[in-house]
């Protein structure tokens, strides 16, 4: 079992930044592919990033690569969302999961937090 606590959202102007974490509990963390995904309201759920299990693969959405980061650090059990350049369509609430995979879809996840919202101002 993982237990995954997001923070760090908040509001922030157009071109700002903000950083995620996505704290996890049990000692699997270092075991699981780790992911953020995004909901709008009125939206489903979509993926927004991931990474593998040992950090070195990396795998980012359309929308969001080269602007976002994702990073993790096993030996704190902590996933991190480096957000940048954010704009108004970034607003959504963020959840982080932890899984086996397929990376890029919810399906491959059967851990998530609570979620954090993000709110990009114009």
């Known amino acids: 079992q993982v237990q995954l606590v997001e923070s760090g959202g908040g509001l922030v102007q157009a071109g700002g930044s903000l950083r995620l974490s996505c704290a996890a509990s049990?000692?699997?963390?270092?075991?699981?592919?780790m992911g953020w995904f995004r909901q709008a309201p009125g939206n489903e759920r979509e993926f927004v990033a991931a990474?593998?299990?040992?950090?070195?693969?990396?795998y980012y959405a359309d929308s969001v690569k080269g602007r976002f980061t994702i990073s993790r650090d096993n030996a704190k059990n902590t996933e991190y969302l480096q957000m940048n350049s954010l704009k108004p369509e970034d607003t959504a609430v963020y959840y982080c999961a932890a899984g086996p995979g397929p990376f890029t879809t919810s399906k491959g996840y059967d851990y998530w937090g609570q979620g954090t919202q993000v709110t990009v101002s114009s």
């Open positions: 049990g000692r699997t963390f270092r075991t699981y592919n």
């Open positions: 990474i593998s299990w040992s950090g070195g693969s990396t």
